[in-house]
């Protein structure tokens, strides 16, 4: 019998680590090939590992809400046949002897690494329910130097989102052995202090029902704040006439359907009027970097779209400017019919340069969107409704009916001024406005 190890895969442009939410095999199940294994989470999207080889599952080596690395072994795989199952290079008959106590060696070094690993994600005085993940190697060194849950808590992590790295660890421990560092949490009074007091106390009565944030709640959350604590947002708003869009789809929409089998909706026509103004106005498709400003090549638009639990997640357009409006429409329907679906793949939600949301879906008139990091700009499209307006002609100006809807602009003033702010949203305005209503699709 072989044994392969099933390893965490690459997850897509800047995802270095994932969650496992939940294992779909248990230990002495048999697994096919590309079955899904094990089901893990991101701060982008949620998927799953399928198996590379078929065989029966003999060791899981993290549990649930355990974060891995990508690259880690996640899983151990029995398969049919005899060795390992990652072919190695041919040995000499004089070496024959050493090797085999060199892997004996190395395989009762693994095993007791792996048996030490598991026990530690079992203790109970460390664990993931709070705001941060341990990884196990950080919770296994934190158990042998005695350091409990609250201690823990104290570290100073310099990791992804503030989490504990195996250095952060060792250097504390460093510290506190020397006696540069507390033992005990109470060492630490002001830090003590703000965690025992909570910012708002919360009043539960009997007939109130406590629901559990869910993982996707938690990490929406958290981005929410750090954009707001990281961005200066600032707002413009500017009202558009789309009354010659409204014709012209309504129009079109039936051959559209037929010709091409996707729905025409108002969303890839106002993708196309954002790709060209984000053309005019490049530094919008900018990112920030400390004191460095990075301005990108390709515009590639985010589009919020709703998961099947209610909360937004927001896949991208690769290139958009490039695609015409059958290839945006294309786009546009398969990102949100797969989100909605919960089939998107952690490559469709990475790599966006600017965000589109789409807040006139939940008869909203506008909105004021909170920008999606590192991005610097989100626009907000509010509902169309008809209303009143003066219709100036050669012969004087009149009152119509007219279909309308407000834009509402979000950026970072840190870096988007409010001419540059102002001046993109109008030009988006300028090209719906524009709108050719003999245009051919």
Same mark, same amino acid.
């Given at each position: 019998m072989a044994k392969f190890e099933l390893k965490l895969p690459k997850m897509g442009e800047s995802v270095a680590e994932a969650t496992v939410t939940n294992w779909l095999k248990e230990v002495g199940d048999t697994i096919e090939l590309d079955e899904p294994v094990v089901e893990i989470a991101t701060d982008k999207v949620d998927s799953e590992v399928p198996s590379e080889v078929e065989g029966v599952l003999v060791e899981k080596l993290f549990e649930a809400d355990d974060v891995v690395q990508v690259g880690q072994?996640?899983?151990?795989?029995?398969?049919?046949g005899e060795g390992d199952a990652t072919p190695e290079p041919a040995k000499s008959?004089?070496?024959?002897d050493n090797t085999s106590e060199e892997e004996n060696a190395s395989e009762q070094a693994a095993e007791q690494m792996l048996t030490e690993a598991k026990e530690t994600t079992?203790?109970?005085?460390?664990?993931n329910d709070g705001e941060r993940f341990y990884s196990p190697l950080v919770k296994s060194i934190a158990q042998e130097e005695g350091i409990a849950q609250e201690e823990l808590d104290q570290v100073e992590g310099t990791g992804l989102e503030g989490r504990v790295t195996k250095d952060d660890i060792l250097t504390y421990v460093a510290k506190r052995k020397d006696g540069g560092a507390p033992s005990k949490p109470a060492a630490k009074p002001t830090q003590a202090v703000k965690q025992e007091t909570p910012a708002v106390p919360v009043s539960v009565n009997g007939g109130d029902e406590i629901i559990e944030m869910s993982r996707m709640g938690k990490m929406i959350s958290k981005h929410m704040i750090a954009s707001v604590q990281t961005s200066a947002h600032v707002q413009s708003f500017i009202e558009v006439d789309v009354t010659n869009i409204w014709n012209w789809r309504n129009k079109v929409k039936n051959e559209f359907q037929k010709r091409e089998g996707e729905k025409l909706t108002f969303t890839p026509i106002f993708m196309e009027a954002v790709a060209k103004a984000i053309r005019d106005f490049p530094m919008i498709n900018i990112s920030v970097d400390g004191d460095k400003v990075i &301005? !990108?090549? /390709?515009?590639?638009?985010?589009?919020a779209a709703a998961?099947?639990?209610?909360n937004l997640i927001v896949p991208v357009? &690769? !290139?958009? /400017?490039q695609l015409n409006l059958v290839g945006m429409a294309k786009a546009v329907n398969d990102l949100a019919s797969r989100a909605r679906a919960g089939k998107l793949k952690p490559d469709d939600?990475?790599?966006?340069?600017y965000t589109v949301t789409n807040v006139g879906t939940f008869g909203s008139v506008m909105g004021t969107p909170i920008i999606n990091q590192p991005q610097v700009g989100i626009l907000a499209l509010g509902a169309i409704r008809k209303v009143p307006a003066v219709i100036e002609t050669p012969d004087g100006d009149f009152i119509g009916i007219r279909q309308k809807m407000f834009l509402s602009h979000s950026y970072d003033h840190r870096v988007v001024n409010g001419a540059l702010g102002g001046q993109f949203v109008q030009r988006v305005a300028q090209y719906l406005e524009a709108w050719d209503v003999d245009r051919a699709v």
């Open positions: 072994t996640i899983a151990i795989i029995e398969t049919e008959e004089a070496n024959e079992s203790t109970p005085s460390i664990s &301005k !990108k090549k /390709d515009i590639n638009l985010g589009m998961l099947p639990d209610g357009i &690769k !290139k958009a /400017d939600t990475v790599g966006g340069t």
